[in-house]
């Protein structure tokens, strides 16, 4: 073999081996997905819808649980104030013009009221309190004012509410609302007063 044919295998190698220096592999890539803007404002949308509609059911049921505490509420406010107006009908004194004991119309007029609550109430127990002014001595005024309470008492029992439930005193002049030797407070002073002492703690309106 010739010294052309020896070289020859190493010349070949070479030659590759600058070629492969020269001109380097380039890395392979992947190509980028295609985005799709239509598909994700449609998936926008429906994310966007789908909390819409939580938030308006939250509110619905938030809006529906307050309107159930505020008829709660309200219905507790009617109780409270049917129960006060009842026992203001039951407590609500009335006046006598001087030196007597009939009762006057403003009087019956407010006996009267005190009649269906009672009766709604059976178990409410009065103590009616006669009180005079100042005029007069105490003896006569002791005894003024219990015809005062017994007349109260005469007229709502005459209405059919039981005797036994209606207790009566005298204080006389003993326990004066108003101060002064003047009509303006002798007025004030001519009354019977209506104490409950039983069965006035759930108080119930009259029946409608």
Not at 78 to 91: F, H, I, K, L
Not at 92 to 121: C, G, H, M, W
Request: glycine share 4%.
């Amino acid at each position: 073999m010739n010294r052309l044919s020896r070289l020859a295998p190493a010349i070949l190698l070479g030659a590759i081996a600058l070629t492969t220096t020269a001109c380097p592999r380039r890395p392979e890539t992947t190509p980028t997905p295609t985005v799709n803007e239509d598909s994700l404002a449609r998936e926008r949308a429906r994310q966007d819808s789908i909390a819409a509609a939580e938030r308006r059911r939250a509110d619905s049921v938030a809006a529906l649980a307050r309107a159930r505490q505020d008829s709660i509420a309200a219905a507790e406010r009617a109780r409270m104030e049917a129960m006060t107006g009842a026992r203001n009908a039951v407590t609500a004194a009335i006046y006598f013009d001087y030196d007597q004991s009939e009762l006057t119309e403003q009087s019956r007029s407010t006996l009267d009221a005190k009649v269906p609550v009672l009766n709604a109430n059976p178990n409410v127990r009065l103590m009616i309190a006669g009180h005079t002014d100042s005029r007069g001595s105490d003896e006569y005024n002791l005894a003024l004012g219990q015809r005062r309470a017994a007349a109260a008492k005469r007229y709502l029992v005459q209405r059919g509410i039981a005797a036994d439930r209606i207790e009566v005193r005298s204080f006389g002049e003993e326990r004066p609302v108003a101060s002064g030797e003047d009509e303006s407070a002798w007025s004030q002073n001519r009354r019977d007063e209506f104490e409950i002492t039983a069965g006035g703690d759930n108080i119930v309106p009259a029946q409608q």
